[in-house]
């Protein structure tokens, strides 16, 4: 039997109630506590302790030890043994007790840190989407809106030319925790163009010839990008000829040479020239279109007073509507010659000074007036059609293209006041030559020196009834205009 005897259960009781609630392992020592891992994602600098092959280990505290994958480094040097370096813990191989460590996710989160709107960093093209650049910078996804990226407009189809392209950029919106940068390279472009603009004012002379871009064209000419400040190119100065849309001289990104025309540097204004810069097509016209020379010509242009003609690319020339044609005369340029259409002209008149050259449609073609002194000789009685009146005498004509003059003291016998008093449009009279000038294209009748004739029958009746006193005639207040000087054309 135990010592313990019968009291055996008396003490099994005891310990029962002593111990109460507790377990048997609540008399064992505390376990010392489990180590935790560094925390993940957090930026912190180590020592290099070990390189095994591709792998680099680092003691980032004094309990924790990570390796970090060489191929992570991009480009940057394999630290030496001892050396410290920044690195993030992205987990934990609890297997090993070691930590997996990221030096690119290091850089990143020190790139994040120094972020702040205006910044000017630099990144790398990755890829692009209809709305804009994708970018890396400093490991940083980042994204250029396309209205960004340029300060002309850049099309999304234009968007492969940027791929791998490196590039200077503006920090304009950033947030952290949302992973979100934006940037911007046309804020750089504008900053740098104003400073060139400034350069470019104190340097620039009126009379020198420049390269440029064309950036945009207007209905009224282009601008231009001369380095640092836009001209403006304008439709007049395009060519010597006539521009009617600039688009068909000039296209956006296309190089000219120009030349400054004038410069406003108040207002920061410069007029730039094409035309310009070319040969000027007048320079020998009276050589290249002699008067008196027959030429070919397209009709550019009709107005009230006549036709322009283009000679050559620059150079028109001017038909009067008193030289389309010697059979009538007409009211307008339309009733002979249409736009575009290629005539024949005689050259009239050049003056290279003013850059005028006159031709004549008329004088392609047989002259009328030529011999009129032998078909109408001087002293001969001959038909005609009176073809208008003015104040100084009525127009007879004697044939296609021939116009006489009978003046207001030989229209009749006797004293008249108008013109209308004797003969009217459309009359057909008989008259006498008293004078022929083919050079002038001048000739002078007569119907009083007729009248004198013997067999002359007359061309009115007598105003007065015969026995009566005729009226006295107002007196006449103002010369009239005409007489030996008249002008038919």
Known sequence: MSQFGAHDGDWEKELAE???????????????????PTPEGDLRRGTVVALQGE??????DHKTTGVLPAKQLEGEPIPEIGSTIEVTVVGFDAADGLAKLSRQNAIMAAAWDTLHKGQVVEGVVTGHNKGGLE??????????????????????????????????????????????????RRSLLAAEEAEKRKELFKTLTEGRVVTGTV????????????????????????GHARVEDPKEVVHEGQKLELKVLSIDRENERIG??????????????????????TVSGRTVKLMDFGAFVELEEGVDGLIPISEFTYQKRIAHPREMVSEGQVVEVRVISVDIERKRIGLSLKRVGDDPWVGASVRWPENSVVQGTVTRLAEFGAFVELAPGVEGLIHISEVSPNRVHNVGEVVEAG???????????????????????????????GMESDSATEGEP????????????????????
């Open 18 to 36: 002593a111990v109460g609630d507790m377990s048997l392992m609540d008399f064992v020592d505390d376990p010392p506590p489990a180590r935790k």
């Open 272 to 293: 730039l020239g094409l035309k310009q810069t070319m040969a000027d097509p007048w320079d020998g016209a009276e050589n290249k279109w002699p008067v008196d020379s």
């Open 215 to 238: 950036r945009t064209i207007m209905p009224y000419g282009a601008f231009v990008d001369i380095g640092g400040a836009d001209g403006l190119l304008h439709v007049r100065d395009m």
């Open 427 to 457: 009359q057909e009279v008989q008259v006498k030559v008293l004078d022929v000038d083919e050079a002038q294209r001048r000739i002078s009748l007569s119907v009083k020196q007729l009248a004198e004739m013997p067999d002359y029958t």
């Open 135 to 184: 970018l890396r910078i400093n490991g940083i996804d980042a994204f250029m809106p396309i209205s960004q990226i340029d300060r002309n407009r850049v099309e999304s189809d234009d968007l492969g030319g940027y791929s791998r392209m490196r590039m200077s950029c503006e920090v304009v919106e950033f947030n952290r925790s949302g992973k979100k940068l934006v940037v911007s």
């Open 55 to 60: 792998d680099i280990l680092i003691e980032i």
């Open 470 to 489: 005729e009226k006295p005639k107002p007196k006449r207040k103002k010369p009239r205009k005409g007489g030996l000087d008249w002008k038919p054309f």
